[in-house]
């Protein structure tokens, strides 16, 4: 088994433009992921976490399966919203139970 590498080993082994892009879709991410109150002030929202845009396709990870119910039925208002805010394109929501996040 290897030892554990630092995000910043990683990321100086990748050519140039391909740390740079993962970087930058990290941020942007993180950056949705913190703006997420702004869109929904309910409780349930911190138990959610934007982990991927694929194409047109927004894949959303819970920590509980009750926290999706909610979700489901502000899943159009989460699409308006972000393609707004963010110039995004996308049309459906994709969602997985996941362990609780840390922090």
């Not at 082994?13 to 002030?41: F, H, M, T, Y």
């Amino acid at each position: 088994m290897r030892d554990p590498q630092s995000v910043q080993q990683l990321l100086h082994r990748l050519p140039q433009k391909s740390g740079n892009a993962w970087l930058a879709r990290v941020q942007s991410l993180a950056d949705i992921n913190r703006s997420l109150p702004l869109w929904c002030e309910e409780p349930w929202v911190r138990q959610i976490r934007i982990a991927n845009i694929r194409e047109q396709t927004v894949v959303v990870f819970s920590a509980s399966a009750s926290a999706l119910v909610p979700l489901r039925h502000r899943s159009s208002s989460l699409l308006i919203w972000l393609n707004d805010r963010y110039r995004m394109t996308c049309t459906r929501v994709e969602t997985r139970v996941r362990p609780p996040f840390a922090g």
